[in-house]
């Protein structure tokens, strides 16, 4: 096959990748066994350019490939039917540049066209739909559950989302910031900066210090601690553990309030810019950081293991919501949820990342339920703890250096890629230039993207009362997937 | 005289006064069992007070049953309420076989809450009724059998047995107590919807049961469906008193006693919602089926009893 092989936060010319023709590419995607990572369309003059790019996991490369598409191609041969992680990038394309995949078994719209959307239905006598959404009872965001039931047990449940219409990939090209990125999906505000952050960098030939890489990856993990920790108490709020609930909470507040001494503001917003980042961490922060994160765990250890210990919570966590490692391979989930399916994805380790690479982790032993999901965030709010201290102690060597350069006009003719793990897992950002150097393209996946999907397949043969617990557990974002 | 108008007075005040401050000590208790400071004791009459004054909004796909419900429910539990011992075993009505009517009222106003909950149309309330409507079907013929053989042992089928057990039956008698309080306190937790039954706190309409039935009143309507319930709990409450209370106390102190029996209870039930989780909903049934076989022993020991081995 005909690709460009490139790393991670690598910028490569444009016209370095290669051109191949649609048929061929569909035919050999649908052959390949490779992890689909980025697939999308964007306008060449006359025609469309289809970039594909696959991820290999064993070679930790990034594999880049593209097709000209003329505009009066209209229906293609879907890959989906043969290989079925292409399954929500196919739709998206279909939806944004309306080549139809033939042979698609589930081509319903992603993010428009919600009037014409039609559920999968079941009839019978004791059937049932619950619909719920897109308003909810607590404050989150819109997206609409149709369940299937018979009795008590859901059947099927299909969930539609597309309720905001942001337009976040063309705000992008008009006027990009770091503002822009960090609202993309508030809950990952570090992560989706730093992403943005580092394709401006990579695009413009910048290169920023140790030092600020450094303090973008202890915000990063003290970002996943934080929802980490908050995660575990909704879990436990959902099975009504009071106790847990509460201090998990508690101990969540102790984790963001360090954020807001290290940049002002809780959740990080303005901690990183494009070229390093604003703000410092000298060393009484730095101790204190360490002082609080030893407490955070010495909490987080307590309570976990006590709830653990519990009866009725244990009797609700374990084999509640199952995905087996088949169906979330099939379905391509990814980062934390792939994790607790045992897909051993992580692209803080799987493509070479100098500051995580001498770093150990335990190997996780997934059981792919409900419990699967609350031990995997507990095992890394435990290892996060211990890369932020290891990072504290290799900034003490960089202190000289200066927190941000000032950055370069974007090189024309540019293609690059910047994957983070954040929290929920892989967020990819691609951009391209064009000859005048502005930006042409740029695509966001939030993991959610991969993951909403999983969440139906959980829910499938379980109690409709236990579908908060297994929502909880995935913890996916609305507006990752809306964008 | 001055005495009967005292302890009809009483037992009205604790019906409608006592609902409040018990499922106050209640959220209290959470409170300090997470480490917050909680609100007032008083809050859920302050909340009952705010919802008198709001106005009602009420669904355009609803018919009169829905407007109607709500006050059969208040009337019917405030009507139970009138044949509930309290105080020494003192009802405001008591007449052999008041069990029967007792059981029957307290369905009735069961039964409109599930067909107001099935009149709006809304498929989380559905599902609520229909969770209501299977464990209500455990549940009574459980309550039915412990009042039956509890009332039975006094030999004319009135409430006033239910104080006397352990004076007149002896060993046997603490284990009927032992069993029927037991028995009756799971029913006040599925009744009451509670930890480990139910999530009153929740937010998730999936998982309700009580709550999502009623998730289409507002304003008095609310106020007295939910007051309704707290009468309910003071109801069963007090009938779990009743048995745990010796009748050949004091006056002065059997009042003292019967009164802090209601925070007592209510400082129970806040301590069980802390420390455990939720059962789930499958695993509900088999919760609620300990209540029916502690019934049936509690029938079989009055069995004995009554009509020796």
């Known amino acids: 096959m005909n690709y460009y092989t490139m790393k991670n936060n690598e910028r490569i010319n444009l016209l370095d990748i290669p051109t191949i023709d649609f048929n061929a590419l569909t035919a050999q995607l649908a052959a390949s066994n490779l992890r689909p990572v980025s697939f999308f369309g964007s306008d060449w003059g006359e025609n469309i350019k289809l970039y594909v790019i696959l991820a290999d996991d064993e070679n930790k490369k990034l594999l880049v490939t593209s097709s000209l598409i003329n505009k009066n191609i209209k229906e293609y041969d879907s890959i989906t039917k043969e290989n079925h992680q292409y399954h929500m990038f196919e739709r998206e ?47 989150i965001e819109p997206g609409h559950f149709r369940f299937m039931c018979q009795g008590e047990k859901i059947y099927n ?53 140790p030092k600020a890489k450094l303090i973008r990856r202890i915000a990063l993990e003290m970002e996943r601690i934080a929802i980490h920790i908050g995660d575990l108490g909704a879990i436990l709020g959902d099975i009504a553990y009071l106790m847990g609930k509460e201090v998990y909470g508690v101990t969540r507040t102790l984790v963001i309030n360090t954020m807001l001494e290290i940049s002002g503001s809780r ?51 374990e084999k509640t919501g199952t995905v087996s490692l088949e169906t979330a391979t099939e379905l391509n989930l990814v980062g934390m949820i792939g994790r607790s399916c045992g897909i051993n994805l992580d692209s803080r380790f799987d493509f070479l990342d100098d500051f995580y690479k001498d770093l150990k982790r335990k190997p996780f032993k997934a059981t792919n339920d409900a419990y699967s999901r609350f031990k995997i965030r507990y095992k890394e709010i435990i290892e996060s703890i211990s890369f932020v201290k290891k990072f504290l102690k290799v900034l003490e060597k960089h202190k000289q250096e200066n927190l941000c350069v000032s950055t370069k006009d974007l090189i024309p003719n540019s293609f690059a890629i910047s994957i983070v793990e954040g929290w929920r897992g892989e967020i990819v950002h691609v951009a391209t230039t064009d000859e005048t150097g502005k930006l042409s393209r740029y695509k966001i996946k939030d993991p959610s993207f991969n993951n909403w999907y999983g969440l139906s397949m959980a829910v499938r043969n379980n109690g409709i009362s236990d579908f908060p617990l297994c929502n909880k557990g995935f913890d996916l974002s609305y507006c990752g997937f809306d964008l | 005289m001055n005495n009967d108008k005292f302890l009809i007075l009483f037992n009205v005040l604790i019906l409608l006064i006592m609902p409040f401050i018990t499922l106050g000590v209640i959220k209290k208790t959470k409170a300090f069992w997470s480490g917050r400071k909680g609100v007032s004791i008083l809050q859920p009459l302050y909340d009952t007070i705010k919802l008198f004054k709001k106005d009602k909004t009420i669904s355009s796909t609803t018919s009169w049953i829905f407007n109607f419900a709500p006050a059969v429910i208040y009337t019917t539990t405030l009507f139970a309420g009138l044949f509930t011992p309290m105080i020494k075993c003192h009802s405001i009505i008591d007449v052999a076989g008041a069990f029967i009517i007792f059981s029957y009222i307290l369905g009735l106003g069961k039964f409109f809450a599930l067909i107001a909950a099935m009149d709006t149309g809304s498929s989380f309330e559905g599902m609520g ?130 009164i802090l029996m209601f925070p007592i209870l209510g400082i129970i039930v806040g301590t069980i919602e802390s420390g455990i989780a939720r059962l789930r909903m499958s695993h509900v049934f088999e919760f609620v089926f300990v209540m029916s076989s502690f019934a049936l022993v509690v029938a079989s020991l009055a069995a004995v009893k009554m009509y020796g081995i």
């Open chain 1, 93 to 139: 394309f279909y939806e944004q540049f309306g080549i139809k995949p033939l042979g698609h078994p589930w081509l319903k719209p992603v993010r428009k066209n919600q009037d014409n959307y039609e559920f999968f239905e079941m009839q019978g006598d004791e059937t049932h739909q619950v619909a719920v959404g897109p308003i909810h009872a607590g404050v």
């Open chain 1, 157 to 209: 449940l299909e969930i539609m989302l597309g309720y905001q219409h942001r337009g976040v990939e063309d705000l992008m090209l008009k006027k990009h910031s770091n503002q822009l990125a960090e609202s993309i999906c508030g809950d990952s505000v570090i992560a989706y900066n730093m992403a943005y952050s580092q394709i401006m960098e990579e695009l413009s030939g910048t290169q920023i210090t």
């Open chain 1, 267 to 317: 959740f990080g917003r303005g901690l990183i810019t494009t070229g390093g980042v604003n703000f410092d961490i000298d060393d009484n922060l730095s101790k204190k950081i360490v002082d609080i994160l030893n407490n955070v765990k010495n909490t987080v250890e307590k309570m976990t293991h006590a709830a653990l210990k519990s009866s009725t919570v244990m009797s609700r966590l």
């Open chain 2, 129 to 258: 009724a229909s969770r209501e409507a299977s464990f209500t079907t455990i549940v009574e013929p459980a309550f039915f059998i412990i009042l039956a053989s509890l009332t039975a042992l006094s030999g004319n089928y009135t409430f006033a047995a239910l104080t006397d057990l352990i004076s007149s039956n002896g060993t046997f008698g603490i284990l009927i107590i032992i069993m029927a309080v037991v028995s009756l306190f799971i029913m006040l937790l599925v009744e009451c919807s509670r930890v480990p039954v139910d999530d009153p706190t929740t937010h998730l309409e999936l998982t309700m049961i009580h709550e999502v039935m009623i998730l289409d009143n507002s304003g008095a309507d609310l106020a007295l469906i939910t007051w309704a319930n707290g009468i309910k709990m003071v109801i069963l409450m007090a009938l779990i008193s009743n048995i745990i209370i010796p009748l050949n106390l004091d006056f002065n102190l059997s009042l003292i006693l019967f």
